[in-house]
Nanobody, 116 residues
């Protein structure tokens, strides 16, 4: 069973919006934090946003106001709502989960391409 399954990537024109979702398998319980990172070609993987099981979300400063993270603990699912996308947002987006006593898990990645 794949621990984290992402969906929602694709091609979007500049200024457009795109939503991603990631569901953790039932084998992952007591997930402390879920979130998203991204990696553009030739660049290091970077934080997009994370959400703990309670409390406020954590965003990369450069993405505040355009990206919104949401988490449904009952469904073990995290969402990323991306607005006003630019070509600089083009990257592979990875789902992330920090599982109590088991460590970090990563999704397989979903490609987001912003281009006209």
């Amino acid at each position: 069973q794949v621990p984290l399954v992402e969906s929602g990537g694709g091609l979007v024109p500049p200024g457009g919006s795109l939503n991603l979702s990631c569901t953790a398998s039932s084998s992952l319980f007591r997930i402390i934090t879920m979130g998203w990172y991204r990696q553009a070609p030739g660049k290091r993987r970077e934080l997009v946003a994370t959400q703990a099981s309670a409390g406020n979300p954590n965003y990369a400063d450069s993405l505040k106001g355009r990206f919104t993270i949401s988490r449904d603990n009952a469904k073990n699912t995290v969402y990323l709502y991306m607005n006003n996308l630019t070509p600089e947002d083009t990257a592979v987006y990875y789902c992330y989960a920090d599982v109590w006593s088991r460590g970090d898990y990563w999704g397989q990645g979903t490609q987001v391409t912003v281009s006209s």
